[in-house]
């Protein structure tokens, strides 16, 4: 079946520094990749998707591209800011029985300090 | 923000009670979904639903039940709770007119079972 795995954290970062979360993916057929951003005491909403290889997903500043080859869907954000604190969600949406159920990570929690 | 609301947003229950945990949607969405979360396992997929009467089992299916009598509500039922059931309910709809379609999220019903 389709799985999602992604790098375990807690990621600890000072302000201004670099992040890479990776990602990797297995599925049948061409799924959709999807980025999620889950804060504090809230559901998950979306951050970022990207529907076809080589596509890349943006917003706030995050980036994500859809490798087919590597199967991998890799989060970054150049300059990350202490309100980027949170749990980071990768997604995959495939068909399965007529339905495209999305699949999630386990995910990898962020935490940003001044 | 899509319209989800979850209830209760809190419960605390005795192991062997019945719990249902209420989903509605002003959305009309054709697909709901219930998600377990729970640390180091991410969301895992608890049943979903693509239509009126219409449901499904997810991967963590064991224990609960669903009904869906009427497009806006999705209800999931743990006919006899068990401690193991403790953990954070999540909501999620969407169109599911493609995989590249987002799920939206309910804010969450943390459950507890002592």
């Known amino acids: 079946g389709d799985s999602v795995t992604q790098m375990e954290g807690p990621v600890t970062l000072s302000e201004e520094a670099f992040l890479t979360i990776n990602c990797t993916y297995t599925?049948?057929?061409?799924?959709?990749l999807f980025w999620y951003v889950q804060y504090p005491g809230e559901g998950l909403q979306l951050l970022l998707k990207?529907?076809?290889?080589?596509d890349k997903g943006s917003n706030k500043g995050f980036e994500a591209t859809y490798r087919k080859e590597t199967t991998s869907f890799h989060l970054e954000k150049g300059s990350v800011q202490v309100s980027d604190s949170a749990v980071y969600f990768c997604?995959?949406?495939?068909?399965?029985?007529?339905?495209?159920?999305?699949?999630f990570g386990r995910g990898t929690s962020l935490i940003v300090h001044p | 923000d899509a319209g989800i609301t979850q209830s209760p947003r809190h419960k605390v229950t005795e192991t062997g009670t019945p719990v249902t945990l209420r989903c509605h949607q002003t959305e009309n969405h054709r697909y709901m979904y219930w998600y377990r979360q729970d640390p180091g396992h991410g969301l895992r997929l608890i049943h979903y639903?693509?239509?009126?009467?219409?449901?499904d089992k997810g991967e963590v299916s064991d224990g609960y039940s669903v009904s869906r009598s009427k497009t806006e509500d999705f209800l999931l039922t743990l006919e006899s709770a068990t401690s193991s059931q403790t953990s954070v309910y999540f909501c999620?709809?969407?169109?599911?007119?493609?995989?590249?379609?987002?799920?939206?999220f309910g804010q969450g019903t943390r459950l507890t079972v002592v």
């Open positions: 999620a709809i969407s169109e599911s007119k493609g995989s590249g379609t987002e799920a939206f």
């Open positions: 990207a529907t076809k290889a080589d």
């Open positions: 599925a049948t057929g061409y799924p959709s």
């Open positions: 997604a995959l949406s495939s068909p399965n029985k007529g339905s495209y159920i999305p699949t």
């Open positions: 639903s693509y239509g009126v009467k219409d449901t």
